[in-house]
């Protein structure tokens, strides 16, 4: 499914999940539609696996702030669909569920790399919260000795 734009209207709900962000917002025709935050290493295609309520009917970006964030959407607007379908506490909870699929799909897709690649992403990140204090690698030499 190829990026469809910007959804920019307020959303009924903001919540995180799983370190995830998800969005319910209502729809022109008053039915909430469930959005969820696609994490950066997400691969095109991918939500074509996603069994969540529906299917996906959007990709594309919610305004978040004066940020947008890029999600995949379902709405809650099909002939199967009802009241208990379209409330706030279902689209959430099926919004919870499409985050636990998509982890699914990443971890299905992408295997843990090795400890090195880990250890290394760790030692930068390190070096740079280390650099924000102003110490230098010289400085700790120098405490530790």
Known sequence: MQYLGTNEAMPAKIGTYKGYKYFIIPSIFGALNGYAELPKSWKDGDEDELTVHGGITFKGYVRDGSSK????????????????????????????????????????????????????ELADEVGKLIAKQGISCRNIRERID
Do not use: G, W
């Open 69 to 120: 964030v890029k999600v995949i959407e379902f709405d809650t607007l099909h002939a199967f669909d009802d009241q208990e379908t379209q409330d706030l506490k279902s689209v959430e909870k099926e919004c919870k569920y499409m985050i636990d699929e998509m982890i699914e799909v990443m971890a299905k897709h992408r295997p843990l790399r090795t400890n090195t690649e880990t250890a290394l």
